[in-house]
């Protein structure tokens, strides 16, 4: 997927907090598992990887469940219009825009909680 919108504006971020992908990783995995959705269990080490393992995810949902992915986004907290601001941004791939929408919002829930535990 190559340089993602993500890298650039938190590579501050990911100096801040060395385990930011792996803490980002953790709570990809329980969202998807709290709505009984597939995710692969392998080592990350980018924000790229997790890009990589939700990408077909969400494609999957897309084409085969579009209710799971519905719910997926308000487990998530990605609200319709973000959903519809980011498509109009990449309309050609409804996947990437989801799959991009749903690794920012995980990244800023991880960033939010460790923010307010220190």
């Known amino acids: 997927m190559g340089d993602l ?3 650039n504006n938190n590579q501050e971020v990911l ?3 060395p385990d930011l992908v792996e803490t980002v ?3 990809v995995q329980k969202d998807f ?3 009984a959705l597939p995710i692969h269990e392998i ?5 790229d990887d997790i ?3 939700v990408y077909p995810q969400v494609t999957y949902f897309i084409k085969h469940d579009f209710n799971a992915l519905m719910r997926l ?3 998530i907290d990605v609200s319709e219009r973000s959903v519809q601001k980011q498509m109009d941004i990449m309309p050609d791939d409804t996947a990437l825009a989801i799959s991009t929408l749903i690794v920012k919002r995980e990244i800023q829930k991880v960033v939010l909680r460790k923010q307010f535990s220190q």
């Not at 080592?43 to 924000?47: G, I, P």
């Open 5 to 7: 919108v993500w890298q």
């Open 15 to 17: 100096g801040k907090y």
């Open 25 to 27: 990783w953790q709570q």
């Open 33 to 35: 598992s709290l709505e």
């Open 43 to 47: 080592l990350v080490t980018t924000l």
């Open 51 to 53: 890009f990589n393992e």
């Open 73 to 75: 986004l308000y487990r």
